[in-house]
């Protein structure tokens, strides 16, 4: 795992395909681009993913390394790791739709005694190294600019 630096910046880009569909690009990274499709049809019709799946995707995957990292550092063996994150949306008072939580199940699989111990230890701490996760929790301060072009 490699350490990043105190206050670095990472930037996507964001282009209109058609309708309320957009290509997000990971600048600078030679990973596919991802499609988010907020069309509101049947998700099996959808050409991507919605926010609110990013969203979710982004606390599972912040979570189940940090877990692993801290399993590695214990020497923890685990025969399989697997996450799933769930976000749940609601309604606020104003009636728009909002995340309303976000639920992880985090799945290392071991049967090993030791194993299981030093992951208990691991328990108490992962979360608070979860750079997404631990943001998401105590809100995010978001700047917005429209510019005309």
Do not use: Y
Request: charged share 30%; glycine share 6%.
């Amino acid at each position: 795992m490699t350490t990043r630096e105190e206050n670095t910046t990472v930037q996507v880009g964001v282009t209109w395909e058609k309708g309320l569909i957009f290509k997000v690009d990971f600048e600078g990274l030679n990973v596919p681009d991802v499609h988010v499709d907020e069309t509101n049809k049947d998700e099996a019709a959808m050409i991507g993913v919605t926010p609110a799946r990013l969203l979710a995707s982004a606390v599972g995957s912040c979570l189940a390394p940090s877990l692993a990292f801290c399993m590695s550092k214990r020497d923890v063996q685990f025969e399989s790791f697997s996450a799933k994150a769930r976000a749940t949306t609601g309604r606020d008072q104003d009636g728009r739709l909002r995340v309303q939580e976000i639920t992880v199940e985090l799945l290392p699989k071991t049967t090993n005694p030791a194993v299981i111990k030093r992951l208990a230890e691991c328990k108490k701490v992962f979360e608070k190294f979860c750079t997404v996760t631990e943001s998401v929790r105590k809100g995010i301060k978001v700047v917005v600019n429209v510019i005309d072009g």
